[in-house]
């Protein structure tokens, strides 16, 4: 098995699951042993699975921490290298740090995850991981309003504040870098 550690990033409607999960299948046609992961307060589209914005499925394992990840692969897997695919990472505590260690015990690592919240901060648990990717995929969705490539995500439902909060198209839409900074350029 190559072992690779690959993410795909971007804002909220960019494929970034769409293009994990077929990374995924990929593995599968080659027998290899994979494992899916996802935050258990997720429950977008099914209480058990990944499923993408446009219905691809996938079965998965619900977690609450990177240690649990960590975990559960150790007792399904022992140390035999595996595909560890982690769904929503930014919404898992401790993903950075387990994706790490088990890339760096020989397992395979497929991440998709935002990168950044929608006030621009960058999320901790994907930054945690950046250093160790063989592969990045920056996933652009396209701007509702501008029709331009998106590469942050907006907030404009839900709470006030920008914590994480599970939510799809009610909540969130995909900006580009006018709709999402307000700027012009001027001021640099």
């Known amino acids: 098995m190559n072992h690779e550690f690959r993410m795909y990033v971007g804002p909220m409607f960019g494929g970034k699951t769409t293009r994990m999960l077929s990374q995924l299948e990929r593995y599968r046609y080659q027998d290899e042993e994979t494992y899916l992961f996802k935050p258990n307060v997720d429950q977008r589209y099914s ?93 652009p969705a396209v701007d509702p309003i501008s029709k331009k490539d998106a590469y942050y995500t907006e907030k404009f439902g839900g709470r006030k504040d920008h914590a994480i909060e599970v939510g799809g198209a009610e909540m969130y839409r995909p900006r580009d870098w006018t709709g999402f900074f307000g700027g012009n350029g001027e001021d640099i």
């Open 47 to 139: 209480a058990n699975s990944v499923v993408t914005h446009t219905g691809i499925k996938s079965d998965a394992i619900l977690v609450s921490s990177g240690a649990a990840i960590r975990q559960m692969v150790a007792a399904l897997n022992g140390s035999s290298p595996c595909v560890v695919a982690i769904d929503e990472a930014f919404m898992i505590p401790g993903s950075g740090a387990a994706a790490e260690m088990l890339f760096r015990n020989g397992h395979t690592i497929l991440i998709s995850s935002l990168q950044l919240s929608s006030d621009g901060t960058p999320y901790n648990e994907t930054q945690l991981m950046f250093p160790y990717a063989t592969h990045v995929e920056v996933c």
